[in-house]
């Protein structure tokens, strides 16, 4: 049978379009591939850091802290909330309180009116947690991310913080605590302030302590991060170590991960404790972050981030990576937010063997 030439190049078209058609699915596989293959894989990975059993060393080394909120230093707390404190934080290894003493002003300055209850704290404390120590909590948003706050490149407003640092220490705190974020990675001008401040608090024999974003779970991620979002989420290994370096505790914001599984938050906490031992000295305090508060968000998964997930994730990474190391420790956040099963959570999770 002869088939007409419009009917061949029809029969052509055809088979092109049917063609053209399955390349494009396989295409499109191929890309879901490329995009799936890779967040599987990481998930195989982070759960396979939550599998196991920590060793039997990886207990509370009497290292830990708790961030205090403002009510503390301006009277909205009193003897009744300290004796609750008090009772909550017996038997548990926690050596410093970081209170909230004030956001510092955009120009690095602070007002003695942020805090006018703070030597009532400071006897309270000393008369009944005998051996912890009450560490001023300083911070505020920074440039370039918030252009109208505080600028830490800039050597006026340093020298206002360096000023502050003094004031508290002046005004009985046993150390600073600083969080400021969202600090970038790299930024010269914060490692400037460390070098100047750590000046001051050795002088006058009191820890300097910062609070740390977490480190690159994958080589140069926050470098294509902070290019797409203009946020800076994490800090280079590298740098992470440099800040370290130059005080006597580092402590890891290590929740607001958007991990949507409790599995997976663990297993993340673990290896962001193991890059962190990796980058922090012997001799420095490293502190892990346990998330005591519920949000429902993608960034926090309630279910997924929790107290008794982070806790597990920290001795796994300590067992598998600390050798022995006894300068560890947890961090609670916080006391204004944290419940009764967080607090059961840290507590039997960490001091209780």
């Known amino acids: 049978m002869r088939i007409s030439a419009a009917r061949f190049r029809g029969f052509l078209a055809g088979v092109w379009q049917r063609r053209r058609w399955r390349r494009s699915i396989l295409a499109a596989l191929c890309v879901l591939a490329l995009l799936v293959l890779p967040v599987a894989a990481a998930g195989v990975a982070l759960r396979l850091q939550y599998a196991g059993a920590p060793s039997a060393d990886a207990w509370t080394r009497g290292r830990d802290a708790v961030w205090l909120g403002h009510a503390w230093v301006d009277g909205r707390k009193g003897e009744p909330e300290l004796t609750a404190l008090t009772r909550q ?40 947690l005998p051996g912890v120590r009450v560490q001023a909590w300083l911070g505020n948003v920074v440039a370039p991310e918030h252009p109208e706050a505080l600028h830490l490149e800039d050597p006026a407003s340093r ?16 150390g ?149 190391r006894r300068t560890f420790g947890l961090a609670l956040y916080a006391d204004f937010s944290a419940s009764a099963q967080d607090w059961s959570s840290f507590r039997d999770g960490w001091t209780s063997r």
Not at 91 to 118: F, I, N, Q, W
Not at 162 to 174: K, N, P
């Open 89 to 128: 934080l017996a038997g548990t290894g926690v050596r410093d309180l970081y209170v909230h003493t004030g956001p510092l002003e955009s120009d690095g300055s602070l007002s003695p009116a942020r805090y006018p209850k703070a030597a009532w704290l400071l006897a309270a404390v000393h008369r009944e």
């Open 176 to 324: 600073v605590h600083f969080d400021m974020e969202p600090i970038r990675s790299d930024s010269a001008g914060f490692l400037t302030l460390l070098d100047r401040t750590h000046a001051v608090t050795a002088a006058a024999g009191a820890p300097l302590s910062v609070a740390a974003p977490q480190i690159d779970p994958l080589p140069g991620l926050h470098v294509v991060t902070t290019g797409l979002t203009d946020h800076g989420k994490w800090w280079s290994q590298a740098y992470f170590g440099q800040v370290a370096r130059r005080v006597e505790q580092i402590a890891v914001m290590s929740y607001d991960t958007s991990m949507q599984l409790e599995s997976l938050y663990g297993g993340y906490v673990a290896q962001q404790t193991k890059l962190a031992l990796e980058a922090t000295p012997p001799g420095v305090d490293l502190l892990m972050g346990l998330p005591g508060y519920w949000d429902d968000t993608f960034s926090h998964r309630g279910s997924a981030e929790t107290v008794a997930a982070a806790v597990r994730g920290a001795r796994l990474g300590l067992s598998r990576h600390g050798g022995g």
């Open 159 to 174: 020298e206002r913080v360096v000023t502050a640092t003094r004031q508290v220490l002046a005004a009985g705190f046993e």
